[in-house]
C-alpha cells in the first residue's frame, strides 16, 4: 500500500506571499492532520480533519487554514507568509478504526525569506 | 493540557550499548502512547505503540512499557547498532483531543558510533 504523499517537497517563498500543500493519504484512511515542525518549537498540530469536516484545531493563527475533500486528500493554506513560517510541514492519515494511530508522509520544507 | 517531556539528547553510545530514552506524560484519562523515529531529511515513522496501562509496545528490537502508575513509558533496546541514529520522540494521545492528534515531545536525537 502507498503511504502518504506530500507535495511539493521544498518550497522557497518570499515574505508576504501565501503557498498552498498538499497531502494524499494513505488508501482507505480518512483523517488527515497536519503539523508544523522547527527547531525551537518541535512538533506542534495544526489541524485534523475528518470526512471533509475540521475535527480539531490546534493553536495557530488564522493565516493557517485547511480543507480536505472528498477523495480524503488535503491541502493547508497559508497566508501573508512570515519567516517564522519556514519549517518541515507534515501530514498524517489515520485508519478509520484506529485513529490514533497516525502514518506520516516525508513533509514538505518551506523556507520564507 | 497533555504534555509529554523526554530526556535531551544527545545521546552518544558506541554500538552494542544498551539504550534507554526517558519518557514521561501528562493527561487526562487513560491516552495511548507511541514512539517515533525520524531519519535525516525523513517525516516521522511510528516505532511501536501501547494502547492501554502495562502493554508493552515492540518494534526492531526497541521495547517501550505503558506504566500508569508513574506516568511513563520509556524506550529501550538491548543492543543498538549505527543504523539506529536518528532523533526518537514520544507522543501521545489523548481524551482532550479525542484520542484523534498526537501532543509530541521534544524528540532525543541518539548517536551511534562503530
Known amino acids: 500500500k502507498a503511504g502518504v504523499t506530500q507535495t511539493p517537497r521544498y518550497l522557497i517563498k518570499t515574505r508576504g506571499q501565501q503557498v498552498t500543500l498538499s497531502c494524499s493519504p494513505i488508501s482507505g484512511h480518512r483523517s488527515v492532520s497536519w503539523y508544523q515542525q522547527t527547531p525551537g518549537q518541535g512538533l506542534q498540530f495544526l489541524f485534523e480533519y475528518f470526512s471533509e469536516t475540521q475535527r480539531n484545531k490546534g493553536n495557530f493563527p488564522g493565516r493557517f487554514s485547511g480543507r480536505q475533500f472528498s477523495n480524503s486528500r488535503s491541502e493547508m493554506n497559508v497566508s501573508t507568509l512570515e519567516l517564522g513560517d519556514s519549517a518541515l510541514y507534515l501530514c498524517?492519515?489515520?485508519?478509520?478504526?484506529?485513529?490514533?494511530?497516525?502514518?506520516f508522509g516525508p513533509g514538505t520544507r518551506l523556507t520564507v525569506t | 493540557g497533555d504534555s509529554v517531556t523526554q530526556m535531551e539528547g544527545p545521546v552518544t553510545l558506541s554500538e552494542e550499548a544498551f539504550l534507554t530514552i526517558n519518557c514521561t506524560y501528562t493527561a487526562t484519562g487513560y491516552p495511548s502512547l507511541f514512539w517515533y523515529v525520524q531519519y535525516p531529511g525523513e517525516g516521522l515513522q511510528l516505532l511501536l505503540k501501547?494502547?492501554?496501562?502495562?502493554d508493552k509496545g515492540s518494534n526492531k528490537g526497541f521495547e517501550a512499557t505503558y506504566r500508569k502508575e508513574t506516568t511513563s513509558f520509556h524506550l529501550e533496546k538491548g543492543s543498538v547498532q549505527v543504523s539506529d541514529s536518528a532523533v526518537y520522540f514520544c507522543a501521545l494521545s489523548g481524551l482532550n483531543s479525542g484520542y484523534s492528534t498526537l501532543t509530541f515531545g521534544k524528540g532525543t536525537m541518539l548517536l551511534v558510533s562503530p
Open positions: 501501547a494502547t492501554k496501562a502495562d
Open positions: 498524517a492519515s489515520s485508519p478509520r478504526d484506529r485513529f490514533y494511530e497516525q502514518y
